[in-house]
């Protein structure tokens, strides 16, 4: 069984200031890697994806994420973050390549950006 | 696209009594996913489906939960009977081939008194 660990609880921090999430996922087997938000009230979205090739990935909203298989990490960055990014952040992984569907999802990081 | 159709979107009810939740994948998506979100547990995958057949039932609670997806088009989460316990945003997503992103739905905040 796959476990996806996220680092950080809750993470305050001010506008424009760079954000990193971490995560971590104990697995032997080859992943599709995710980061999803969800913001206050709102159902889960995806942020970015990797399922292969470059290993830094962009996503939506200037969000950004590097897959090191050595480390079995997937972080999240945000080189200046906005008062609109404050929602709760989701790491989420899959087997790449098998008929196990599912999604292991990371506790979540609460983000909380000051205006 | 319509996106992920949930129903209701808040249900509040007593104890004991039986609840249903209703959703509605994306059409041509053939994966169909459930899941419960509490404070205390975080998000947790309940059930899902792949070409309407239950794939994996492990994360449900117990015997009073059960889900069927009688098409490609329709899934039901039921609770007989209901408790407090229960109480929490149910969502369901739907993906195309399985392992792919997951698109979620609005979600359904269910309060058991």
């Known amino acids: 069984a796959q476990s996806v660990s996220q680092h950080n609880h809750h993470v305050i921090l001010s506008e424009a200031a760079s954000l990193e999430l971490g995560c971590n996922y104990s697995?032997?087997?080859?992943?599709?890697l995710f980061w999803y938000v969800q913001y206050p009230g709102q159902h889960l979205q995806l942020l970015l994806k990797y399922f292969s090739g470059d290993p830094l990935v962009k996503g939506i909203k200037g969000f950004e994420a590097e897959f090191i298989k050595s480390k079995f990490s997937f972080n999240l960055r945000k080189p200046s973050v906005q008062w609109s990014d404050t929602a709760e952040y989701f790491c989420a992984v899959s087997n790449k390549g098998s008929n196990d569907y599912k999604l292991s999802f990371g506790a979540g990081t609460t983000v909380t950006v000051r205006a | 696209d319509a996106g992920v159709i949930q129903s209701p979107r808040h249900e509040v009810t007593e104890m004991g009594q039986e609840v249903t939740l209703r959703c509605k994948p994306i059409?041509?998506?053939?994966?169909l996913f459930w899941y419960r979100q509490t404070m205390m547990r975080g998000l947790e995958l309940l059930i899902y489906f792949n070409n309407n057949v239950p794939i994996d039932d492990s994360g449900m609670p117990e015997d009073r939960f059960s889900a069927k997806m009688p098409n490609a088009s329709f899934s039901t989460l039921k609770i007989q009977p209901s408790e407090p316990r229960d109480s929490a945003v149910y969502f369901c997503?739907?993906?195309?081939?399985?392992?792919?992103?997951?698109?979620f739905g609005p979600g359904t905040r269910l309060t058991v008194t």
């Open positions: 697995y032997g087997g080859t992943v599709n």
């Open positions: 059409s041509g998506h053939n994966s």
């Open positions: 997503a739907s993906s195309f081939q399985g392992a792919d992103e997951q698109y």
